[in-house]
Structure formats: structure tokens, C-alpha cells
């Protein structure tokens, strides 16, 4: 790892969540030193991250010998193996890693994190089921759906410019960097939207991009 002019963080596991929190990491110009007991998953994000380690953490060595006390912050991303995600978080706050935020998948688990040392506890699955609800219940089912903390999923609305316009004409991804997933219509969503199929002034685009991005083109700033 470098100097101490950027932050350096832990990211213990790799599944979707601890995956995404170590990329959006880098992007953000952190150090990022990621481990996980599959090394082909550590493998898959080597060339992404400062470090990919493969190892057990519920072995203390595994740990002990990376002189984490001086990161600024633990991920504990193993919400599915409850034991190496209690092990994975008490042998953190023992190294004296400052910050600690733990993965769960339910509250129980969740209150036994923090009982071990966990300053923060996330559970993705029942908070991304909350949103989804509160969507639903609203009427709008991708109003905005937060993928990691700089990526969602959002609803924009056809413009009076793209009227008429096709998929391929408006090359929205080209342009904006943006993935257009499906068409919300007056009559349906079109989960396999035609790409030269011209658009509707009602239709509404879902569309997975950068937060900064989006906004401003539901905005209409861009």
C-alpha cells in the first residue's frame, strides 16, 4: 500500500456488496486491499484494487501481519457466513482498525456485530427492499434505486428532443455513459426494449448510470 495521502480501507469478502464498496472505493481515489478465501474472486478484482489477498480470516495470522491499525477503515462484507463475519469483525477491531462497518442479513445478526466491535452495520438486502417498497407504493417502480453509493437505477423522462427518436439514433450510452434497461410505457414496461423502435413523449426510460449523470438528465441539464 502508499503513502498516507489517500485513505486506505480493508474490504473482507467479496460478494456483490463487499465487491462493489472495494471498486467504488478506487474510483474515489482510495487504497484498497481486498480479501477474500476464494481466490478466484480475488483474482477477478486484482487488477481493480491496490491489493487482492486470498485467505481465511478466521485465521488470526491471515490479518495480523498486513499493519492495518493504520487504515482509516474495515469493510466486513461476509453476511452470508455468519461466523467468519463475527470472526472477520472482532479480529479487526482488535488490530485497531479505527472504523468498522459490517454486513448483516438480519437484525439479530446485525446486534451481535456491533456487540464485537462493528461501528456501523448495513443490511443491503432489507434496505434495497425498503426502496423498493416505498417505490412501489408511490407508483414509481425505478424512480431511483441506489446500485452503490455513486451508480443507481433511475426513471428519466422521454424529452421533446428524443420524440420520434429511436435508441440508436439518441446513442445515449455513448454519450452519456448510461445503460438504458427497459421502457416504462403508458400501457407496460418493455423489458427488451427495440433499439430502433421511435420514442414516445410518455415513455419513460430506466436507465443505470453514474448519480451525477442521471440527475442531470432527468433534470434536463444535460
Given amino acids: 500500500m502508499g503513502g498516507k495521502s489517500k485513505k486506505q480501507y480493508i474490504v473482507i469478502g467479496l460478494g456483490s456488496f463487499g465487491n462493489s464498496v472495494a471498486r467504488t472505493l478506487i474510483q474515489n481515489g482510495c487504497e484498497v486491499l481486498v480479501i477474500d478465501r476464494d481466490e478466484e474472486k480475488t483474482r477477478a478484482i486484482a487488477d481493480v484494487v ?14 495480523s501481519g498486513l499493519g492495518i491499525r ?38 439479530l445478526q446485525g446486534k451481535i456485530l456491533r456487540k464485537v466491535g462493528a461501528d456501523l452495520v448495513v443490511l443491503p438486502e432489507i434496505e434495497m427492499g425498503v426502496r423498493y417498497a416505498a417505490n412501489l407504493a408511490h407508483g414509481n417502480f425505478f424512480d431511483a434505486v441506489e446500485l452503490s453509493p455513486d451508480i443507481s437505477m433511475m426513471e428519466i423522462s422521454v424529452r421533446r428532443a428524443w420524440e420520434g427518436k429511436s435508441l440508436r439514433e439518441l446513442n445515449l450510452r455513448a454519450k452519456y455513459k448510461i445503460n438504458v434497461i427497459g421502457i416504462k410505457k403508458e400501457d407496460g414496461f418493455d423489458v427488451n426494449p427495440d433499439a430502433d423502435e421511435p420514442l414516445n413523449i410518455n415513455d419513460e426510460l430506466v436507465a443505470i448510470g453514474r448519480n451525477e449523470v442521471l440527475n442531470r438528465l432527468a433534470e434536463g441539464r444535460l
Fill in 50 to 63: 491496490t491489493c487482492a489477498l486470498s485467505g481465511d480470516v478466521r485465521e488470526p495470522e491471515v490479518l
Fill in 70 to 107: 493504520n487504515f482509516d477503515g474495515a469493510v466486513v462484507a461476509i453476511g452470508a457466513d455468519m461466523e467468519s463475519g463475527i470472526v472477520a469483525t472482532m479480529l479487526v477491531k482488535e488490530l485497531g482498525v479505527r472504523h468498522i462497518i459490517a454486513k448483516a442479513q438480519n437484525d
